[in-house]
């Protein structure tokens, strides 16, 4: 079986250094044996994906987005277990925002793009139950936001 790390590096994902809060929170807070990690953006060493979803930005730019997002969390998560990600229990629960336009409804769809980034690197643990919301407009403009709930041994 192989490692979360030879999985990611199969799909070609490199994990970056995670990302410092921009306002008055901390990055995780771990309460019991669950990490609760904060909103983590579409955002890249590129700049990332900005805009609205339906308007600026397409579906397959959209999911390219969530997955960055399943990216950053992952990166989080790895600074949570001291860089070992075979801590990881269970993806237990993801949060999905969309920054939506009026006329669009695909916001499952659009939150794939991390729950298989999820499911793809830690197989039946990244299996998550989840919500996908879509809002008026999220922090810095970024199309997407995720936030995940883990649990860790």
Request: with cysteine; hydrophobic share 50%.
């Amino acid at each position: 079986m192989s490692t979360v790390e030879e999985r990611l590096a199969a799909l070609g994902v490199r994990l970056p250094e995670p990302s410092a809060p921009v306002a008055n929170y901390v990055p995780f807070v771990r309460a019991g044996s669950l990490l609760h990690i904060s909103g983590q953006v579409s955002r890249d060493a590129q700049g990332g994906v900005t805009g609205v979803v339906g308007q600026d930005v397409d579906m397959e730019t959209a999911r390219f987005a969530a997955r960055l997002c399943a990216i950053n969390l992952i990166a989080q998560m790895k600074a949570a277990c001291g860089g070992d990600l075979g801590r990881v229990v269970r993806v237990v629960k993801l949060g999905g925002f969309v920054q939506a336009g009026p006329d669009f409804f695909d916001i499952p769809q659009v939150v794939n793009g991390a729950s298989d980034l999820m499911v793809d690197a830690f197989g039946d643990l990244g299996r998550h139950a989840r919500s996908a919301v879509g809002v008026y407009r999220l922090p810095m403009n970024f199309a997407v936001e995720v936030d995940a709930v883990v649990e860790l041994s």
